[in-house]
T-cell receptor, first 112, second 115 residues
Framework: GDSVTQMEGPVTLSEEAFLTINCTYT??????LFWYVQYPGEGLQLLLK?????DKGSNKGFEATYRKETTSFHLEKGSVQVSDSAVYFC???????????FGTGTKLQVIP | GAGVSQSPRYKVAKRGQDVALRCDPI?????LFWYQQALGQGPEFLTY????????KSGLPSDRFFAERPEGSVSTLKIQRTQQEDSAVYLC?????????????FGEGSRLTVL
């Protein structure tokens, strides 16, 4: 079945540091790929998405590129802020109604 | 607000009790999903509705779990004879289309603690 593997956290960075959170996936067919974010005390929300190979999703300074050859969708940000502290979930959707499968989440803490 | 609303936000149940968790999706959203999120884990799929039809219930962990969406809007997840392993956050998500693009709108979840 479909699965998503992402790097374990927590990840602690200083403000303005470079962020990478690794994500790889296993899926049949051609899934769409997502990063969702959960800020403290809030519900999950979509951060960015990519629907086909070589697409780059971007939002709020975050980027991720759909790499079919390496089955990866790594999340990057050039300069993190304290307000980026949250749990980040890599996810994919596939199948007739596009069921979404999530990774286990990576907690990011950014310190001033 | 116009987001997905879930209630109760917190529920404590004694082992063996029945519980019902409610989800009020965004108005007009066709697709509705239930997920279970254990502590420190990602959301795990439970079931999917397209309007009032339950098209996939493959993720329900046992026959103690039951979900319905009788009029194609509000949904209820019911857990009978709760067990300690049922303790988790139950997330509801909706999407505007039947052919879901994977862009889900989540509620804040219902945290169930079974003692």
């Amino acid at each position: 079945g479909d699965s998503v593997t992402q790097m374990e956290g927590p990840v602690t960075l200083s403000e303005e540091a470079f962020l990478t959170i690794n994500c790889t996936y296993t899926a049949t067919g051609y899934p769409s790929l997502f990063w969702y974010v959960q800020y403290p005390g809030e519900g999950l929300q979509l951060l960015l998405k990519a629907t086909k190979a070589d697409d780059k999703g971007s939002n709020k300074g975050f980027e991720a590129t759909y790499r079919k050859e390496t089955t990866s969708f790594h999340l990057e940000k050039g300069s993190v802020q304290v307000s980026d502290s949250a749990v980040y979930f890599c996810a994919l959707s596939s199948g007739g109604y596009q069921k979404v499968t999530f990774g286990t989440g990576t907690k990011l803490q950014v310190i001033p | 607000g116009a987001g997905v609303s879930q209630s109760p936000r917190y529920k404590v149940a004694k082992r063996g009790q029945d519980v019902a968790l409610r989800c009020d999706p965004i108005s007009g959203h066709v697709s509705l999903f239930w997920y279970q999120q254990a502590l420190g884990q990602g959301p795990e799929f439970l079931t999917y509705f397209q309007n009032e039809a339950q098209l996939d219930k493959s993720g329900l962990p046992s026959d103690r779990f039951f979900a319905e969406r009788p009029e194609g809007s509000v949904s209820t997840l019911k857990i009978q004879r709760t067990q300690q392993e049922d303790s988790a956050v139950y997330l509801c998500a909706s999407s505007p289309r039947g052919q879901n693009t994977g862009e889900l709108f989540f509620g804040e979840g219902s945290r169930l603690t079974v003692l």
